[in-house]
């Protein structure tokens, strides 16, 4: 009775499990029998030659490329019926590369199929499925090599009858004249000049100017706030003179609050509101009704003297500063708002009393900004007859900074006269017109080779003022195939090189917006005019606020919207040829609709989908239908669980789930994705601790996804096949490596599998316990010490963060000098060791964080020895610790910053380091009293939750000759 009913779930779960494969495989049959008999016979011929035809169809796509980038660098591609042809033809290497994308596809799927058969031990006889599956696979396998032969049947014949359409235009290769100077094969790298990009260019110019600027930002009106507008044309250095005065340091003694935002086109007073807000607190902000992101805004600049740029402003609304100002005025008396626009009105309605109109730099300043830009220093010297030819450039520059950097790059390390000639006989006649300024930033492009020019113009799909990731965009231009593999460089490598020569020739900038971990960009707004103009109808961008043409074959779409009504979404619908899309919610944070079913099902040929940053909870199934994905973003969304569909995105290469705090586990099927280099899992641990969800276990055999680079956050499991041991064989791991649930870790062996010390590329580790974990021993039994222990990273380590730790005292291994990386270390709730790690020879540690070290009763002596690098030390929740440390002769010889935060029992006068600039004391009730020394070089001091050293300080009081000329106090 019992092999009966086993028997017959054996033929249920047969039915569930061969589903999918026989109605494929009947569809199939039906598209055959649609074909007819001699149709039948004919194409068992194309499945038999499949192989052949695609190896003709790779030559075919290479043959376009090819002609494509022969007409990008040449003159005829200016003729509109010359890129109408282009396009035709660029169409149809589109179509080839999905269908070669498709059969990868069908082969990788394939593989997995028999890896997964072997993987699994011997089942009975009764299992059906063992016997019947391999049958029905391989019958749907040549039904599947079957559809891509037609396919390619298909698309040569598109391909002969366009080329046909090539006799009428009467075109050959090398009809013109080559515009890219050095034209280079994609993998070859274009560099920028050694230490160009870290940091701020040296400005020329405008001195009277910023003076001007820094004069009337000093001054005291009368009105609450005063604006300030520097007005001029594209290019002219707005950005630049207000980003000088901006990080100046008497900006930084005058103002306790800077805030710079870029504000983008067609932004209404909410949005700005917004972004004002998110700028202050470096956090996203939920979208509200503007009444109440007015009151907050109201709280955050309450009684605070403040800077505020609003850079690139563009809304001539009369009411748009009327209402934007309104919480600004609870401001401090002196406050400024500096406007950077190009428009007249802009200034007038701001009521700005003394505008600061720049018409651009002088020849001889902007020669010396075109000097820079085209040779490496004192080699100009030795090219005099180029010097001529750079002055005659110049002028036609038109007082343009931006011109003058943008062609000096272009020009770098190009010694030949000839083509010095050549791109000055591009550049336009010299007229005072804003449009020519585009036009000769159109020759900077015109002389990008074509790879370069692609990714530049794939930048135009997003809003003027937007700020990309460097390393977010790169992963796009992968994902949508602008980037091809070269020798042993990654896919990332190569493209980030792409990325540095277009910020070097001045196609990107530094942004000034909200302080990141790591720096973002954008594209100055002539450069994204130049960027729309180029893309034609590739690009297409909804905005709510925006008026489009109707897109038609756009291959590139961003809807930046409210809601998705019928039309917005039909829009996007009937593009069937997309390949990246962007849906973002105007409104972050707000609920948003779900995705429709049939949405991905008409846009089969996507390779990247971004929905990051709205309230998207699911992901309809369908979603596993886009084969061609390769790039998909769901960060700060409110998803808490992703369809197992997504586990047949077989070429799918980044998966973003950064921010997902809702997200409680991954599909099973997770090893299937085989072609997967980076699985963004990152949190904000620091930050809101209640409001996120950690992640249940990692999917089984996940360790199996070698080509791994990002794997931000690992939730240990008991179960083998889900435990630490799984990420031995990531070795190519990078950046930043968060390991969770360590309790369930079995024995330090299974920690010592995981081979930390091996991942050398892995700079940002966080070991971290659940919380409310008692005694020494984990859940699983084993000693966390122990584990600790094992758990070594590599020597490379810039960022140290251990939580939870329920060890007695730290590792061995955390003393180690060859730890000559670190740079931060944060020991978080770790209450049962009672001495600290000796690091203070750690030669280039700069941030150290104490936090709920209950065990702790003395600071001592010994662990700060030396401390050479050290800025900040942060001591917060030692509820028994009673003595501070001493400061030794040349002891912390950098240290700027010391918060001592709800320390209880701390009641001695402790020694502060003679560099300190900032020294907060909080809720350590016990002090009663300051160091006799007080340092020179401390401006500020906060005391808050003190009684007794608050009173001590005030102006009556023992300690007010300690702190009396302290430029800035905060008492109580």
Known sequence: MATLRTLLRELFSLATYMSPLVEKVAEAAVDLGRAGAASALGSLSDVLSVDSKLEELRRIVGRIHALLRDAEETRFVEDAAVRNWLRELGGVALDADDVLDEFRTIVDAQKLRIDDRRRKRKRPWYDLSSSCYPCVANLLLLVQRWKISTK???????????????????????????????????????????????????????????????????????????????????????????????????????????????????????????????????????????????????????????????????????????????????????????????????????????????????????????????????VWAQHPNLELIGQEIIRKCQHSPLAAKSIGGLLYGNTDEEEWRSVLGDLPETEEDANKILLTLKVSYDYLPFHLKRCFAFCSVFPSGHEFDRDELVKLWIAVGFIKPRRNRSLENIGGKYFDYLLWRSFFQISNGRNQSKPKFKMPGLIHELAQSVSGCDCFRLDDDAVNDEPENARYFLSRTSSMDDTAYYKIYKNTSLRALVLQNAENCVTAAPVRDDLFLNLRYLRALDLSDNGLTALPDSVGDLIHLRYLNLHRTQIEKLPESICNLYNLQVLELGECRNLAELPKGVRNLIHLRHLGLHLDWAGQRSNWTDLISMPPGIGSLTSLQTLSRFSASSESACSIGQLKNLRNLRGELCISKLENVLDENEAKEANLRNKPFVDAVMLRWSEGGNGSFSTSGSRPGEVLEHLCPSTRLKYLQIENYNGARFPNWLEDPSFSSLETLRLSNCKQCDTLPLVGKLPKLKHLYFEGL?????????????????????????????????????????????????????????????????????????ITALPQEMPVSLEHLAITGCPALQQSCQMDGSEWPKIQNIPHKAIG
Not at 222 to 228: K, L, P, Q, T, Y
Not at 878 to 887: D, G, I, P, R
Not at 896 to 904: A, D, G, I, T
């Open 152 to 378: 390619i049947v298909e698309i040569m014949e598109i391909y002969d009858g366009v080329c046909k359409g090539r006799e009428n235009l009467q075109m050959k290769e090398g009809d013109a004249t080559r515009r890219a100077m050095r034209r280079g094969n994609e993998g070859d790298a274009l560099l920028a000049p050694a230490g160009s990009l870290g940091g701020e260019v040296r400005v020329v110019g405008m001195n009277q100017e910023r003076e001007r600027v820094a004069e009337l930002l000093n001054s005291m009106d009368e009105d609450a706030i005063s604006v300030v507008s520097v007005v001029g044309a594209g290019g002219t250095g707005k950005t630049t003179l207000a980003r000088r005065v901006f990080g100046d340091e008497s900006a930084d003694q005058l103002f306790d609050l800077r805030i710079w935002v870029g504000v983008p086109r067609g932004c209404d007073v909410e949005r700005a509101t917004g972004e004002i807000i998110e700028a202050i607190t470096r956090e996203s902000c939920c979208s509200k009704s503007l009444d109440s992101l007015q009151r907050l805004l109201g709280e955050l600049v309450n009684e605070k003297r403040f800077l505020l740029v609003l850079d690139d402003l563009s809304n001539e609304d009369l009411f748009f500063w009327e209402i934007l100002r309104a919480p600004l005025l609870k401001g401090k008396k002196g406050s400024k708002v500096l406007v950077t626009t190009r428009s007249n009105v802009v200034s007038r309605n701001m009521r700005s009393s003394h505008p600061i109109h720049l018409t651009g730099l002088s020849e001889d300043d902007c020669w010396l900004i075109f000097r820079e830009h085209a040779f490496d220093q004192g």
């Open 854 to 926: 209950h065990g702790l009763k003395h600071m001592g002596h010994d662990p700060f020895i030396g401390f050479p690098s050290l800025e900040m030390l942060y001591v917060s929740d030692m509820s028994t610790m009673e003595s501070w440390y001493e400061v030794g002769e040349g002891a912390m010889p950098r240290l700027r910053k010391l918060v001592v935060s709800n320390c209880p029992r701390l009641h001695e006068p402790f020694q502060l380091a003679n560099s300190l600039q900032r020294v907060e004391i909080r809720d350590c009730p016990m």
